[in-house]
């Protein structure tokens, strides 16, 4: 039916005051990245005085920003493959049969997410500082530890949320595959892991965003060699100069990367959320 | 696609067991079939175990020790300070137990007004973008851009907009509109908790209006045919149909966006770096600067058990009061 004036009103009025207010951080982390030191330190002006496109390069020699990016990768991708492959087996077990303990292993998963991560972030540190005394492994400060330390957060997300993709794939697909003579494994990576795609992407997705974002461990866990994009930018600040138009393009080239990669993969979070967490 | 072959790694066929399937004869061994979803489970157990229940059960101690850097390297070593670390952290005469109280009902009071706008802005986006119109594909995936932009470089460039010289805040409140007779200060001071509340809605509205239109693609299209039938206007219906239907999805979401706002570490840290100011302290950015910078362990894991109490505390309210009336689930 036709929506009365008022409703197409209000609709573009608010849609338009949104559109800026997410817009704005967008349109300054753009248009400075392309301008002149002096037009960043200075008074902001709206348009650039004289575009430039010099930050794009010397982002790379203030910092080493080409070693944090590979630091961020590999720690953001180890942490999403690791979460989703583990989730993957214990929300099929979960989804698909019952057991003694069920009920306390995801009442305990979910509560995990409740929890600061400053509540991990000390312990972990003693864990990690400890084994390195007795046994010489240097979780702290390695991009193992970072790693291990980015499941606190992804792990409980991506079962919790598997479990819900599972259940919405119809078990008389595995129950068959089961009857063909498949074993349980097979049936779980021919018929359910194929039917919970949408929803697996989503979840992995979600993980490396996550991972990808992170700064407190990063922060505290990581030394000069493991540093992460999340600390690795507040090395444009020095003593005397903040480059603030180095910051917006380290920050942009940081940020396209996962920026597509979650348009273009939205449809299955939107999808895999209504199928998961919302029922 | 059900006509796999036998399984190459010989295992028998274990029969589902999904509550009330009682399909065909086959009857799996006992012991098989209880243990397969244990050995699924084993891996994530493990790690469970590593990185979630022993750092809790080491914070729990350590939040009854003394634990200085003089310790660090064998906190087992530590003295034992029973439950001077509790009495340190919420002594309200001692200037920590005076700021912790303050930055916790800061943190409180930040949620509270966050969770809401976020739920609102949210909400009102979905709601106008649940009908299709010219451009709404488009919306859609510009409003999910906060939401997928890393914190630190969301963040970053809204201190950098915060900015008192060179920001583009002050450029046009001071500047362009002339609404304020200096430049103010945005990331010290009491503004900071204003820069900080706007700098947290914009981050964590997308995640509200994600939820809330995946809710809505659940309400069935009938009820707003019988509600148009039966003469309801598109406010009416939004306000007799749409709001209702949304009430379980609301639940969940006010509770998720309550435990990211009041845990929230990323968005203060980056906008005003190890010490917040006063009035935007939050009680994570207060825990680890109680940690970190003055290395009293001991105290800050006793503000971490107590923080971990009424997040418990507040998650168990919850859900006693929301799953009234819902049925229980699963087994």
Redesign the interface.
């Given at each position: 039916?036709a929506?009365?004036r008022?409703?197409v009103w209000?609709?573009r009025i608010?849609?338009t005051l949104?559109?800026g207010?997410?817009?704005?951080?967008?349109y300054?982390?753009v248009s400075?990245s392309l301008k002149p030191l002096e037009d960043?330190?200075?008074?902001?002006?709206w348009m650039p005085s004289g575009l430039t496109i010099r930050p794009y390069f010397d982002i790379w020699e203030t910092v080493p920003l080409a070693k944090y990016f590979v630091n961020s990768l590999v720690v953001a991708g180890a942490a999403t493959v690791c979460s989703v492959v583990?989730?993957i087996?214990?929300a099929?077990?979960?989804s698909?049969?019952?057991?003694?303990g069920?009920?306390l292993?995801?009442v305990?998963?979910l509560?995990?997410?409740?929890?600061?991560?400053?509540?991990?972030?000390?312990?972990?540190f003693?864990?990690f500082?400890?084994i390195g005394?007795t046994t010489g492994v240097a979780l702290f400060g390695s991009r193992g530890g970072l790693i291990?330390?980015y499941?606190?957060f992804s792990?409980?997300f991506s079962?919790w949320m598997l479990i819900g993709y599972f259940d919405s794939v119809p078990?008389e697909?595995?129950?068959?595959?089961?009857?063909?003579?498949?074993?349980?494994?097979?049936a779980l990576f021919?018929?359910v892991v194929?039917a919970a795609i949408p929803g697996i992407v989503a979840v992995a997705v979600y993980a490396f965003?996550t991972a990808?974002?992170?700064?407190?461990f990063a922060?505290?866990m990581t030394n000069d060699t493991t540093r992460t994009?999340?600390v690795g930018?507040q090395g444009y600040s020095t003593q005397n100069d903040v480059y603030?138009n180095q910051?917006?393009a380290a920050?942009?080239v940081?940020?396209v990367p996962?920026?597509a990669g979650?348009?273009l993969l939205?449809r299955y979070?939107?999808t895999g959320?209504?199928a998961g967490?919302?029922? | 696609?059900?006509?796999?072959?036998?399984?190459a790694?010989g295992?028998?066929?274990?029969?589902?067991?999904?509550?009330g399937?009682a399909?065909?004869p086959r009857r799996p061994g006992r012991t098989r079939r209880?243990a397969?979803?244990?050995l699924?489970?084993l891996?994530?157990?493990l790690?469970?175990i590593?990185?979630?229940l022993?750092?809790?059960v080491?914070?729990v101690a350590?939040s009854f020790k003394e634990l200085t850097q003089f310790y660090?390297?064998?906190?087992g070593a530590a003295p034992w300070r029973g439950l001077d670390n509790f009495r340190f952290a919420v002594d309200f005469d001692t200037p920590a137990g005076e700021s912790l109280l303050r930055s916790f009902t800061t943190t409180c009071l930040f949620t509270v007004l966050s969770v809401g706008l976020c739920w609102l802005?949210g909400t009102?986006?979905a709601v106008?973008?649940q009908?299709t119109?010219r451009g709404r594909g488009f919306?859609r995936?510009?409003?999910?851009?906060?939401?997928?932009?890393?914190?630190?470089?969301?963040v970053?460039?809204?201190s950098?907009?915060f900015q008192r010289?060179?920001?583009?805040i002050?450029?046009v409140l001071h500047?362009q509109l002339g609404l304020t007779d200096s430049p103010s200060f945005w990331l010290i001071g009491d503004n900071s908790f204003w820069a900080l509340l706007i700098v947290s809605v914009?981050k964590g509205w997308p995640f509200a209006f994600?939820?809330v239109?995946?809710?809505l693609?659940?309400i069935p299209k009938e009820l707003y045919e019988a509600g148009?039938l039966d003469g309801a206007?598109?406010?009416q219906q939004i306000r007799k149909i749409t709001l209702p239907s949304l009430r379980s999805?609301n639940q969940?979401l006010v509770l998720v966006l309550f435990?990211w706002t009041?845990?929230d570490?990323?968005t203060p840290?980056?906008l005003f770096g190890k010490s917040a100011p006063e009035a935007a302290d939050l009680?994570?950015i207060h825990?680890?600067q109680s940690?970190?910078a003055t290395w009293n362990?001991g105290a800050?894991?006793a503000m971490?058990v107590l923080?971990?109490l009424f997040?418990?505390l507040v998650?168990g309210v919850h859900l006693f009061f929301t799953s009234r009336g819902r049925k229980a689930t699963?087994?």
């Open positions: 039916m929506a009365p008022s409703f209000s609709r608010f849609l949104l559109t207010f997410v817009l704005l951080p967008v300054v982390m400075s960043v330190s200075s008074e902001f002006r583990i989730a087996f214990a099929y077990a979960v698909r049969y019952r057991f003694r069920k009920r292993f995801t305990s998963v509560s995990t997410q409740m929890f600061p991560g400053i509540l991990f972030l000390l312990p972990l003693l864990i500082v400890n005394n291990l330390t499941l606190t792990l409980p079962i078990r697909l595995d129950e068959a595959a089961l009857v063909d003579g498949c074993g349980p494994l097979k021919r018929v194929p965003m990808w974002g992170e700064v407190l922060s505290v994009l999340a930018l603030w910051i917006m920050s942009l940081v940020s996962v920026v979650f348009l939205q979070l939107v959320l209504t967490s919302v029922k | 696609m059900n006509t796999t072959a036998v399984p790694t295992e028998p066929a274990v029969g589902k067991n999904s509550p399937a399909r065909g209880t397969l979803p244990y699924l489970l891996p994530a157990l790690l469970e590593l990185i979630h022993l750092p809790i080491i914070g350590m660090l390297r064998d906190w802005l009102a986006a106008f973008m009908e119109f919306l995936a510009l409003f999910l851009v906060p939401y997928a932009l890393p914190v630190y470089a969301a970053i460039t809204w950098f907009m010289d060179n920001g583009l002050n450029h500047d914009w994600l939820i239109m995946a809710g693609q659940n148009a206007g598109v406010w999805v969940v435990l009041f845990n570490f990323n840290f980056v009680i994570s825990i680890y940690s970190f362990f800050g894991a971490s923080l971990l997040l418990l998650t699963d087994a």
